[in-house]
């Protein structure tokens, strides 16, 4: 009788074991799956937030070449009284920190910099987002593969509620070619 008792005892933690650790697995395919709607929100949050200030730098600097060249125009083609205006104009410009002379004809604006951090973080954000598509893809994988060997096989049978029906993370082929074809622009 005891032998009995010490048989289904062990029986009953068995169960409890692979219950849990399928119960585990599945909150972490849930899990992994929310990461990746995170870092889609992220993404698109801090694209829109970089290239609107990207254009705001690209349209300031912009200004800047042009008042520049027309000061630079009105000092070489002016009077005498005229071109010391428009040179003392030039020079207040250059002044202010608006922007900074390498050499006289070929201002040191921020832009390139400002760029070249918008790459980076575009990068960056792209890459989070892949290893969280990795991430999820990798979990399901476990949490199938455990599912369906034994004996958790018999307590996904016995209590269904604990299966997920959850694709593996792709793009159809409509989607893939789309995005394929997607690109930032700066109109």
């Known amino acids: 009788m005891m032998e009995l008792l010490l048989i289904v005892l062990g029986l009953v933690v068995l ?3 692979f219950y849990n650790q399928v119960v585990s697995l599945r909150q972490a395919v849930i899990s992994s799956e929310a990461e990746i709607s995170i870092q889609l929100d992220r993404r698109g949050k801090v694209f829109d937030s970089l290239l609107a200030t990207v254009k705001k730098y690209l349209a300031h600097e912009s200004e800047v070449f042009t008042k520049i060249t027309a000061l630079r125009t009105q000092a070489q083609q002016a009077h005498p009284v005229e071109s010391k205006a428009a040179e003392e104009e030039l020079s207040r410009v250059v002044s202010s920190g608006a922007i900074q002379m390498a050499v006289e004809n070929y201002p040191d604006l921020k832009s390139d910099q ?7 973080e575009i990068v960056s954000t792209e890459n989070k987002l892949s290893f969280a598509k990795r991430g999820y893809n990798n979990t399901l994988e476990k949490f199938q593969a455990y599912i369906g060997s034994m004996p958790a096989l018999f307590i996904v049978k016995f209590f269904p509620q604990l299966n997920l029906n959850k694709d ?14 997607r690109r930032i622009s700066f109109d």
Do not use: C, G, H, S
């Not at 400002?114 to 980076?120: K, R, S, V, Y």
């Not at 792709?170 to 789309?178: F, G, M, S, V």
């Open 15 to 17: 169960v409890f074991y």
């Open 168 to 181: 593996y993370w792709r793009l159809d082929e409509a989607t893939i070619k789309a995005e394929e074809q």
């Open 114 to 120: 400002i760029m070249a951090n918008l790459q980076e």
